[in-house]
C-alpha cells in the first residue's frame, strides 16, 4: 500500500456551495406551500438530500499531519497539506500524526559479544513518512515500532563487546556509542520500513554490566587501570636510569663496572617504582 493523493476542493467552496443548495431547498418547499408544486418539492428535498452529503465530505487537516480516506472498505488516498478541504462523501477518515516521535525503550537485559550480561536501553526518535503503509500495512505502527526497537537493540547489542578489554576488537558498546547508534539506526531502519516509518536517529541512553556481575567487571576495570599506570610509571623509570647512567658516563663522575652498573639500576629502579618513599643510605667509604 502506498501513498496517493485524495481528490479535494477548497472547504470554502464547498461552503459556499452548502449555502446555494440549502436556498434552493428553502425555496422549493416554499413554492409547494403556496403553489403545490411537487416538481419544486422533489427538487427541494433532492438538494437537502446533497447538503447532507456536502457536510460528511468537509474535513480539517492540522500541520505535520495526514488523513487517510477510504469508502466502503477501499482506499481512497491521502491529504498531507494542512488546511480546510470538501472531499468525497461518507468517507471514513483516520489521521496519522506526521510529527517527529521520540521512543525510550526498557532496559532490557541482553548478552554481548563475549557473553557477558548487561543492561541496555536507547531512545529512538522517528516519525512516519507514510501514512497509508502506518495504517493498511500494520496493526499498530506505534507498537510496531516499540517491539521491532527492541528488537533491534537485541540484536545489535549481542554483536559487540560491552568493553575493549584486550583490544581484541575494532568496535565495543562504551567505548564506540557513535557507532554503535549508527548501526542501530541502520538495522531498525530496515525493519520499521514496512510501517511506513523512518528513523531519524538511534542511540544508546544507559549501559552497564548486570548487577549479578558488576562488582566482578568493576575489580577487572579497576586492575586494568592499575597495571596501565604501572606500566607508564616503569617505563618512565627505565628512561630516567638510562639518562643517569649515560650522564655519569659521559661525565666521568665515576666508573661502573658492570656489576656496580646492575647494583645502581636495581637501586635507581626500587626508589623510583616503589610506592613508599624509599630512606636513602649514605656510603662514607671504608672506615679502618
Known amino acids: 500500500m502506498k501513498e496517493k493523493d485524495m481528490f479535494k476542493v477548497n472547504g470554502f467552496l464547498g461552503v ?9 431547498a428553502v425555496i422549493g418547499v416554499r413554492q409547494f406551500t403556496l403553489y403545490e408544486n411537487y416538481v419544486l ?24 499531519q495526514a488523513k487517510v480516506f477510504t469508502l466502503f472498505g477501499r ?9 480546510f478541504y470538501l472531499t468525497i462523501p461518507l468517507t471514513v477518515r483516520k489521521t496519522v500524526s506526521l510529527r517527529v516521535i521520540n521512543f525510550n525503550s526498557d532496559k532490557l537485559k541482553v548478552n554481548d559479544l563475549e557473553g557477558n550480561p548487561i543492561e541496555i536501553a536507547a531512545v529512538v526518535v522517528y516519525k512516519v513518512v507514510d501514512s497509508a503503509k502506518a495504517v493498511f500495512d500494520v496493526e ?31 568496535i565495543s558498546l562504551r567505548q564506540h556509542s557513535d557507532e554503535v547508534g549508527d548501526e542501530l539506526t541502520k538495522d531498525l531502519q530496515k525493519r520499521l520500513e ?12 544507559h549501559l552497564a554490566y548486570s548487577s549479578e556481575i558488576a562488582s566482578a567487571m568493576l575489580q577487572r576495570q579497576q586492575a586494568k587501570a592499575v597495571l596501565a599506570a604501572r ?16 650522564q655519569l658516563k659521559e661525565e ?12 645502581m639500576v636495581n637501586n635507581l629502579m626500587v626508589a623510583i617504582v616503589s610506592e613508599k618513599g ?10 679502618y
Do not use: W
Request: aromatic share 8%; proline share 2%.
Open 16 to 24: 459556499l456551495l452548502f449555502i446555494l443548495l440549502g436556498a434552493a
Open 41 to 64: 418539492l422533489v427538487l427541494g428535498v433532492l438538494c437537502g438530500l446533497v447538503m447532507f452529503l456536502i457536510l460528511t465530505g468537509f474535513t480539517i487537516v492540522q500541520p505535520n
Open 75 to 83: 482506499y481512497l488516498g491521502v491529504i498531507k497539506h494542512e488546511g
Open 140 to 170: 499498530n505502527y506505534k507498537g510496531f515500532v516499540h517491539t521491532q526497537s527492541e528488537t533491534g537493540l537485541r540484536h545489535v547489542a549481542s554483536q559487540y563487546p560491552y568493553d575493549n578489554m584486550n583490544n581484541d576488537y575494532e
Open 194 to 205: 514496512l510501517a511506513g516509518v523512518e528513523i531519524i536517529e538511534a542511540r544508546i541512553m
Open 231 to 246: 606500566k607508564v610509571i616503569v617505563d618512565g623509570a627505565v628512561m630516567m636510569v638510562k639518562s643517569a647512567i649515560d
Open 252 to 263: 666521568g663522575i665515576v666508573e661502573l663496572d658492570e656489576e656496580k652498573k646492575a647494583q
Open 278 to 287: 624509599s630512606q636513602p643510605v649514605i656510603n662514607t667509604g671504608t672506615i
